[in-house]
């Protein structure tokens, strides 16, 4: 069945560092790929999303590119902040699959000043 | 910022109480998820509706149980806790079509039974 595999965590970098948390996946079909993030205490929220391949999606900074060949869809960020510092989730939806999110196991970012 | 309210948001209960967890959205969304997540950040959908009069089990066998009577509601109720259901309850709703739409989440319910 499908299935979402990203880095474990936690992820512990510098302010101002680069980062990459790696996603890969398991698709029958051509699904939509996301990221999202949890922040402490509040639920889930939609980061950026791609719907094709070669797809780049973009938000506060971060990108990810739908690689099909690869079936990855890494995230990354340039130089983050100690705001940065959550829980981030990646995800595919596919059609005919009940309108469900398959969600990977999350991977913790914290961000030292 | 999304219109999706969970209460209580911290609630710690004795063995063998009834509790529902309650779920509202203002957005007018068909489609309506509760997600069960573990320490370890996970999460688990354990039940889905795609509007009024529609409830569906999750991928997650769960005992509990959900209705949906109106478009906005979606609550969830465990007739007898259980240590075992100490947990972060999440609900989230969707306009459409999730390979397109977007779900948003509630802010979460953290159930301790004790």
């Known amino acids: 069945g499908d299935s979402v595999t990203q880095m474990e965590g936690p992820v512990t970098l510098s302010e101002e560092a680069f980062l990459t948390i790696n996603c890969t996946y398991t698709a029958t079909g051509y699904p939509s790929l996301f990221w999202y993030v949890q922040y402490p205490g509040e639920g889930l929220q939609l980061l950026l999303k791609?719907?094709?391949?070669?797809d780049k999606g973009s938000n506060k900074g971060f990108e990810a590119t739908y690689r099909k060949e690869t079936t990855s869809f890494h995230l990354e960020k340039g130089s983050v902040q100690v705001s940065d510092s959550a829980v981030y989730f990646c995800a595919l939806s596919e059609r005919n699959r009940d309108d469900k999110i398959i969600f990977g196991k999350g991977t913790r970012l914290h961000i030292l000043p | 910022e999304a219109d999706i309210y969970q209460t209580p948001r911290y609630l710690v209960i004795g063995t063998g109480k009834k509790i529902t967890l309650e779920c509202s959205q203002t957005m007018g969304h068909d489609k309506m998820y509760w997600y069960q997540q573990d320490p370890g950040m996970e999460l688990h959908l354990i039940h889905y509706?795609?509007?009024?009069?529609?409830?569906e089990k999750g991928d997650l066998s769960s005992e509990s149980t959900v209705s949906r009577i109106r478009t906005e509601h979606f609550p969830l109720t465990l007739e007898s806790a259980r240590p075992s259901h100490t947990s972060q309850y999440l609900c989230?709703?969707?306009?459409?079509?999730?390979?397109?739409?977007?779900?948003?989440f509630g802010p979460g319910t953290r159930l301790t039974v004790t």
């Open positions: 989230a709703s969707s306009e459409g079509d999730s390979r397109a739409y977007e779900q948003y």
């Open positions: 509706s795609y509007g009024v009069n529609s409830t």
């Open positions: 791609a719907t094709k391949a070669d």
